[in-house]
């Protein structure tokens, strides 16, 4: 079947410094499949913070970038400086939009990231 | 303004009580979905309905049923709950029936016990 997975569940880090939390993500599907980042502040729903549905393409959100490598089956999320109002829980997701996945999304467990003033 | 809104936030029910959880859209959003959320895991679907009366099973399923009975709204019900299906709610909603667009409500975290 289709997974996603995220190794950190938390990850600490201080104002202005930059960040990564990793993704990776399986799939049985031959089509490529969609690969997003959601994000859920304290309270909030998720929201849809960047999407790529072309293999090699590049997302970009709020000064979030994720490069989506099919090689490495990777949607890693990036940042060059954080702020503290980035703290919140980061989701990775992977959608197959064909057959019997047609509009089903795969989540990661989450990533919360605190950072630090 | 393009909202998912779920009723209750909060919820404490006794094992073996009935739970209804209710969500509505109103930007006419063709499928609609359930998810799960339990500490450690990912989302995971419970249904995704196509349309009014077109409901399909997610992976979990299994002590839940939904009803779509207009486009704007999708319950989700569980007859008997067990302690079990203390969670997270989260309901959805997409334009079509792919994976490009989904709007998240807030969720409903129930607890049973």
């Known amino acids: 079947g289709d997974s996603v997975t995220q190794t950190e569940g938390q990850v600490t880090v201080s104002e202005s410094k930059s960040l990564i939390i990793n993704c990776t993500y399986s799939t049985t599907s031959i089509a490529y499949p969609n690969l997003f980042w959601y994000v859920r502040y304290p309270g909030e729903g998720l929201q849809l913070l960047l999407k790529v549905i072309t293999a090699g393409q590049k997302g970009s959100s709020r000064g979030f970038e994720a490069t989506y490598n099919k090689e490495t089956t990777s949607f890693h999320l990036q940042k060059a400086s954080v702020q503290e109002s980035d703290s919140a829980v980061y989701y990775c997701a992977l959608g197959v939009d064909r057959g019997s996945a047609l509009g089903r999304l795969h989540f990661g467990a989450g990533t919360q990231l605190i950072v630090i003033p | ?113």
């Not at chain 2, 094992?15 to 959003?29: A, F, K, W, Y």
């Not at chain 2, 499928?31 to 450690?40: A, E, F, H, S």
Request: overall charge neutral; aromatic content about 12%.
């Open chain 2, 1 to 113: 303004d393009m909202k998912v809104t779920q009723m209750p936030r909060y919820l404490i029910k006794r094992m073996g009580e009935n739970v209804l959880l209710e969500c509505g859209q109103d930007m006419s959003h063709e499928t609609m979905y359930w998810y799960r959320q339990d500490p450690g895991l990912g989302l995971q679907l419970i249904y995704i309905s196509y349309d009014v009366d077109s409901n399909s099973e997610g992976d979990i399923p299994k002590g839940y049923r939904v009803s779509r009975k207009k486009r704007e709204h999708f319950s989700l019900i569980l007859d008997s709950a067990k302690t079990n299906q203390t969670s997270v709610y989260f309901c959805a909603s997409s334009w079509d029936r792919g994976t490009a667009e989904v709007f998240f409500g807030k969720g409903t975290r129930l607890t049973v016990v």
